[in-house]
């Protein structure tokens, strides 16, 4: 298994809809969850991080952590064109000599059509 | 702010070659970390630095790649020799670290291509 899985996709929806995009993690030590986004071609530019079950909202962006369930999950409203990319999902045990080191999952690719 | 630098961009070696890529991370951010990217795949690390000291370096192939941060500031990520299953991207990337925050900022990566 590995410790941070993601649906690798593609996931297709439509300009102006909801893309709803998950992460399971298996470390329950987990403290710390990130999302980022990659263009084809660019390196990993962060969205937004979350720490505390419930949900984060930041403009279109929504981050939601469920640790009972070992969950992460990011909601992009109103989806454009641009958001179009790999999304990855990042995981930190933090404390101790671990502090900091992210986890990443595989991405997921997003299209949006016009 | 400038972010993080990293130089070269691209990079074109024939196997068995030497590879040295450099890493300027953000201004008074304390740890810097090195990663690979492959095609599909999520970064994977490979060393991380709190100011000089390598303080996680359990994933760095030790038989071929080396990395250095002399005075804690830049950093090098060296390969000798290079295979052709190092074709990837080695992304840098730094945080301020124990000090003010984990949250790791890349820069624009080395696409590295071995043959």
């Known amino acids: 298994q590995k410790e941070v899985e993601q649906n690798s996709g593609p996931l297709s929806v439509p300009e102006g809809a909801i893309a709803s995009l998950n992460c399971t993690y298996s470390?329950?030590?987990?403290?710390?969850f990130f999302w980022y986004r990659q263009y084809s071609g660019k390196s990993p530019e962060l969205i937004m991080f979350?720490?505390?079950?419930g949900d984060k909202e930041d403009g279109r962006f929504t981050a939601q952590l469920n640790k009972a369930s070992q969950y992460v999950s990011l909601l992009i409203r109103d989806s454009q064109p641009s958001d179009s990319a790999t999304y990855l999902c990042a995981v930190s045990v933090s404390g101790g000599t671990s502090y900091g080191k992210l986890t990443f999952g595989q991405g997921t690719i997003l299209t949006v059509h016009p | 702010e400038a972010g993080v630098v990293q130089s070269p961009r691209y990079k074109i070696i024939e196997k068995k070659q030497p590879v040295a890529f450099w890493c300027n991370p953000i201004?008074?951010?304390?740890?810097l970390y090195w990663y690979l990217q492959n095609l599909g795949q999520g970064p994977e690390l490979l060393i991380r630095?709190?100011?000089?000291?390598?303080?996680?370096d359990s994933q760095l192939p030790k038989d071929r790649f080396s990395a250095e941060r002399l005075k804690g500031v830049d950093s090098t990520l060296k390969i000798q020799p290079a295979e052709l299953g190092d074709s990837a991207v080695y992304l840098c990337?730094?945080?301020?670290?124990?000090?003010?925050?984990?949250?790791?900022?890349f820069g624009p990566g080395t696409r590295l291509l071995v043959l």
């Open positions: 630095y709190e100011n000089e000291e390598a303080v996680d």
């Open positions: 990337a730094s945080s301020l670290g124990t000090s003010g925050g984990e949250t790791q900022y």
């Open positions: 201004s008074g951010h304390n740890t």
């Open positions: 979350i720490y505390s079950n």
């Open positions: 470390d329950r030590g987990s403290q710390s």
